[in-house]
C-alpha cells in the first residue's frame, strides 16, 4: 500500500463519486468520460490496497477506508486550490463558507441570511448551490459544501446512515399546505377537507425525494398527475392556469402569484416538514458559525411572517 504517488485527479474523482453518488453522474460533472473515471477509481484502490467504493444497484458508496482518504483527501484538494489562487495573484478568500440548500430556502430563507450578513458580517462570502436533499447530504460527506438546509418528513429519520452521524438543527416546522386555483370550488373556504381531495388532478415532481412534492400524502386512491415540473414556482404558475393542484410549504404563501390560493387541510393526520440544518461533525469555523446562525435568524423570521 502506497498513496504517496496517487495523482490529484485521482482524489478528484473520489470525491465526484461520493458527492454524485454514480460513476456516470461523477463523469458528467468532471467532463470525463465513465471509463475514465472508473480506471481512476481502479488506480487509487490498487495504491489503496483495497476497496474505496461500494458498488451497488443504485450506484457507488464509500467504504470506510473510502471514507477516511475522503476526508484527507478534501484537505489536500482545498490546499491545492489555495495555492493555484494566491500563483496566480488572486487574492485569498478570507472566510469562504459554502452553503447548499434545498429549492424550498431559496424562497425567503436564504435571500434573509445573506441580507443580515452582509450587514453584519461583511467579510464573509458565501458560495452556495441549489439541490436536494440526497445529493446535498452527499456533498457533505464529500467536503464540497460546509452547510446544507435540508427537507425532512415524518417520521424524520437521519437524512442518512452513515457514520459519524451529521449534526443537525432543526431550523422550522412547519405544517403542508394546499394551492390550488382562486377560482377552483375548493378555494372559497378557509381550509379544505382531506376527504374533497379525491378525483383532483395534481402537478407533482418527476421522481425522488422533495421532488415528489405535488401530491397529498396518504390519498387512498392512485392520484392523477396531469403535469410535473421540478421548479416549484413553474408549479404554481401551472396550478394559477387551473393546470391542477399542488402541495407547498407554507413559507410560500407570501410568494405565490396571482390566482393561486394557498390553504391548511383538514380531516387527516398533520402533515409537518421540517427544515434541517447539517454539517459535519467536528468543530466548525467561526465563519460557518455566523452563517448557521444566520440561517437560525431567518428562519425565525420566516415564521414571524407567517
Do not use: C
Not at 401530491?215 to 396550478?239: F, N, Y
Not at 402569484?257 to 393526520?269: C, S
Amino acid at each position: 500500500m502506497d498513496l504517496r504517488d496517487v495523482s490529484l485527479t485521482a482524489l478528484r474523482v473520489l470525491r465526484a463519486v461520493a458527492e454524485n453518488g454514480t460513476f456516470t453522474a461523477a463523469a458528467a460533472a468532471l467532463g470525463y468520460t465513465q471509463s475514465a473515471v472508473s480506471r481512476q477509481i481502479a488506480s487509487l484502490e490498487q495504491a489503496a490496497g483495497g476497496a474505496l467504493l461500494e458498488r451497488h444497484r443504485e450506484g457507488a458508496r464509500l467504504t470506510p477506508a473510502g471514507r477516511m482518504l475522503l476526508r484527507r483527501a478534501v484537505v489536500v484538494l482545498d490546499e491545492m486550490e489555495a495555492a493555484t489562487r494566491e500563483l496566480s495573484g488572486s487574492p485569498a478568500e478570507a472566510a469562504t463558507v459554502r452553503v447548499g440548500w434545498i429549492p424550498a430556502a431559496g424562497v425567503s430563507l436564504l435571500p434573509r441570511a445573506l441580507t443580515q450578513l452582509r450587514r453584519t458580517a461583511s467579510a464573509i462570502t458565501v458560495v452556495s448551490r441549489e439541490g436536494y436533499t440526497p445529493a446535498l447530504v452527499r456533498a457533505l460527506r464529500a467536503g464540497s459544501i460546509d452547510l446544507a438546509v435540508l427537507a425532512s418528513a415524518p417520521p424524520f429519520r437521519p437524512p442518512d446512515t452513515e457514520s459519524p452521524p451529521l449534526v443537525l438543527r432543526t431550523l422550522a416546522e412547519r405544517g403542508l399546505r394546499l394551492a390550488l386555483p382562486a377560482g377552483h370550488p375548493l378555494a372559497h373556504g378557509d381550509y379544505v377537507d382531506v376527504a374533497e381531495l379525491r378525483g383532483q388532478r395534481w402537478i407533482a415532481g418527476p421522481s425522488g425525494d422533495e421532488r415528489l412534492m405535488g401530491v397529498w400524502p396518504g390519498l387512498d386512491e392512485r392520484p392523477e398527475i396531469a403535469h410535473t415540473a421540478r421548479d416549484w414556482l413553474a408549479k404554481l404558475h401551472l396550478v394559477a392556469a387551473g393546470a391542477g393542484l399542488t402541495t407547498v410549504s407554507a413559507v410560500h404563501s407570501g410568494v405565490a402569484p396571482p390566482g393561486v390560493k394557498i390553504l391548511p387541510v383538514h380531516g387527516g393526520p398533520q402533515e409537518l416538514r421540517r427544515l434541517l440544518l447539517a454539517r459535519l461533525p467536528g468543530h466548525p469555523t467561526d465563519a460557518t458559525v455566523r452563517v448557521a446562525e444566520a440561517l437560525r435568524t431567518a428562519a425565525l423570521a420566516d415564521d414571524a411572517a407567517e
